[in-house]
């Protein structure tokens, strides 16, 4: 069993910041892709950034210029440097991650449980 644990959610300030950490824990063989999904209240689920295994880093525009992703693929930790953070911020914020289980087996894509990201004076 994959499990993906988040950790550093929380309340901040307007123009604050935060960091998110997400690391794999069980049996898998190798991981590709590992980034992370936020879903503000009413509204989808959508990709903030996310980040290959050779470094390759992806983000939405609405958050380029402020958020920072990065991995430790030793540890099997990606991370979300999150600044300057905004109302608009404010969401649940989701890690993936797309892992093979085995060798042989094909690509498989995991969630975290999510954690709550506020932004409010």
């Known amino acids: 069993q994959v499990q993906l644990v988040e950790s550093g959610g929380g309340l901040v300030q307007p123009g604050g910041s935060l960091r998110l950490s997400c690391a794999a824990s069980g049996s898998f063989f190798s991981i590709n892709l590992m980034g992370w999904y936020r879903q503000a209240p009413g509204k989808q689920r959508e990709l903030v950034a996310d980040?290959?295994?050779?470094?390759?880093?992806n983000y939405a525009n609405s958050v380029k210029g402020r958020f920072t992703i990065s991995r430790d693929n030793a540890k099997n930790t990606v991370y979300l440097q999150m600044n300057s953070l905004q109302s608009e911020d404010m969401a649940v914020f989701y890690c993936y991650a797309t892992l093979k289980r085995s060798r042989t087996s094909g690509w498989a894509e995991v969630w975290g449980q999510g954690t709550q990201v506020t932004v409010s004076s």
């Open positions: 980040i290959t295994s050779g470094g390759y880093e």
